[in-house]
């Protein structure tokens, strides 16, 4: 999957924090000016972080599909200012974002994904 009505999608693949099993989950993406990917933990406005932030909260490296490219990354959990730049950029992006976060009192985590090379 390489977009979902127009927009880039990636599949990030991470390991269960608790199985240690691989687990794969379709997001929506935006590239940055210094070529990481940036990706919100919005499950939808939902009151709970979804899994797939814990697993990545808990890993030093992650892999991603991104089209036919296969690329490891180290995870950065944004805060304060760089987080509030990102989040802006999402929601220009994807504007759904802004209305799942009126639906929750948590901060929608924005996650930036280092490429590693």
């Known amino acids: 999957m390489n977009s979902l009505l127009g927009l880039d999608m990636l599949l990030l693949v991470t390991k269960g924090r608790k199985s240690g099993r691989l687990r794969s989950i379709p997001l929506l993406y935006l590239k940055d000016a210094s070529n990481s990917f940036l990706c919100?933990?919005?499950?939808?406005?939902s009151p709970t972080h979804p899994d797939w932030y814990w697993n990545v909260y808990s890993s030093k490296t992650v892999t991603?599909?991104?089209g036919v490219e296969t690329i490891s990354a180290t995870p950065q959990i944004l805060v304060g200012k760089e987080r509030c730049e990102a989040w802006k950029k999402l929601i220009?992006?994807?504007p759904a974002f802004a209305k799942y976060q009126s639906n929750t009192d948590r901060e929608i985590p924005v996650i930036?994904?280092?490429v590693i090379d």
């Open 40 to 45: 919100a933990a919005s499950f939808g406005g």
């Open 64 to 66: 991603m599909q991104v």
């Open 92 to 94: 220009a992006y994807y």
């Open 112 to 114: 930036k994904f280092i």
